[in-house]
């Protein structure tokens, strides 16, 4: 998910890996893009979507504490509420467990933080 662009694009690509189960047909497609250029961001999996929370828009040139989801059928993006502040826009884990996100550490830029919170996402 994302990573380096191409300044041009100005959006940064979710790839997705497709197989049948035999090696000769496993390749990587497009799928959805970010909806803006994003580094240093955390992602889990829920469902069908991509959750994706903050990181470093390099578009806007800002740290974000953005929170949403990114359903790879049909490329539809659902704002969740933002990481808690200080934004955490580095190094944030992310993981889902029964239907709850969870958002481990980070980094705000001039704090590491140890923190745990929990997002009910049923």
């Keep these: 998910i994302g990573g ?10 979710i790839l997705q890996l497709t197989t049948d189960g035999t090696d000769a047909t496993c390749q990587w497609k497009p799928s959805p893009v970010l909806p803006s250029t994003y580094t240093s961001v955390g992602t889990t999996l829920y469902q069908d ?19 949403y989801a990114l359903s790879v ?9 933002p990481l808690p502040l200080p934004a955490r826009w580095q190094y944030t884990s992310l993981a889902v467990f029964n239907g709850q996100l969870v958002s481990i550490g980070g980094m705000d830029g ?9 997002l009910d996402l049923t």
């Design 110 to 118: 001039a704090k590491y933080h140890n923190d745990i919170h929990v």
């Design 49 to 67: 979507q991509i959750i994706i929370a903050g990181g470093y828009d390099r578009v806007k040139i800002q740290k974000s504490s953005e929170c």
């Design 73 to 81: 059928s049909s490329g539809h993006k659902t704002a969740l509420p």
């Design 4 to 13: 380096y662009y191409d300044k041009k694009e100005k959006r940064a690509p």
